[in-house]
């Protein structure tokens, strides 16, 4: 039988194995990405003020493009990134400060989504209708529960488009003309 002295040095020896285990768990974790290191750390994802220069730096930083409708003075870019993955690019005008709660402006946002010509495909065919040719061999999905919304993606890509603007048409015209394109061309 062990002595009750023993107690307090096998609860010693589980503590420390305790602490060795948290620790090792949380290096690798760390090292892998689980508790959120790299990328996501270094990523500004708060609404703030973007120039073109931005946006093509921000395209080599991702790996993929971002679209936009390009300039469009007197408008400023406002640049909305998630930590999905989603860009948001949205057309301030004068006097419409960062992070402003109104979404009625033009709104371009780029989604990593795998095979997104299958995704618009899926939902056309949920909601009754159907996918059109786009710009390019792209195809449009117009999106009958948000009318400002419409969607073009593009075979051999992992990206989705979407161009929202309050003014009915607008978004669909842009998207059509090939205004909505990637900011590095």
Do not use: C
Request: net charge negative; hydrophobic share 35%.
């Amino acid at each position: 039988m062990a002595k009750s002295s023993d107690a307090p040095h096998r609860l010693r020896v589980v503590g420390v194995v305790a602490s060795v285990v948290l620790l090792v768990t949380t290096a690798v974790l760390v090292s892998e990405g689980g508790l959120g290191g790299g990328h996501a750390e270094t990523t500004d994802t708060s609404p703030h003020l973007v120039s073109a220069a931005g946006l093509r730096e921000l395209e080599d930083t991702l790996g993929h493009s971002v679209y936009w409708a390009g300039r469009r003075p007197p408008t400023r870019i406002e640049l909305t990134q998630r930590a999905e993955g989603a860009v948001y690019l949205h057309y301030l005008p004068p006097r419409v400060e960062p992070g402003d709660p109104d979404q009625g402006f033009l709104t371009v946002g780029t989604y990593p989504v795998s095979d997104p010509v299958a995704t618009l495909e899926r939902a056309a065919a949920s909601s009754g209708t159907e996918v059109e040719p786009g710009p390019g061999d792209g195809v449009i999905f117009r999106n009958t529960s948000t009318p400002g919304s419409v969607y073009l993606a593009y075979p051999d890509s992992d990206l989705q488009i979407e161009a929202f603007d309050p003014v009915p048409g607008r978004s669909l015209h842009l998207i059509r003309s090939g205004a909505i394109a990637p900011v590095g061309g």
